[in-house]
């Protein structure tokens, strides 16, 4: 999947696939994640926030979206 970099103190970049709502996330530190089932607004909704960390924590995380450590 393609990731975009994004301005980030904890995210190097975020990536999504609309036709399997995976949102890839790989995290400064180098571990990648894929979250489930997430809808194209939250993929929309993360890239325009001013706190990718803070919109992953409120809406992905807290959200419920199952994840799964890939790299």
Known sequence: MDRTPVSSSNIAAIGYDPD?????????DGSIYDYSDVPDY?????????????????HIKKGGYTYQRVA
Do not use: R
Request: net charge negative; charged share 15%.
């Open 20 to 28: 399997s709502q995976i949102l890839e996330v790989e995290f400064l």
């Open 42 to 58: 939250h993929f929309e909704g993360i890239m325009a926030a001013p706190s990718k960390g803070q919109y992953l924590h409120q």
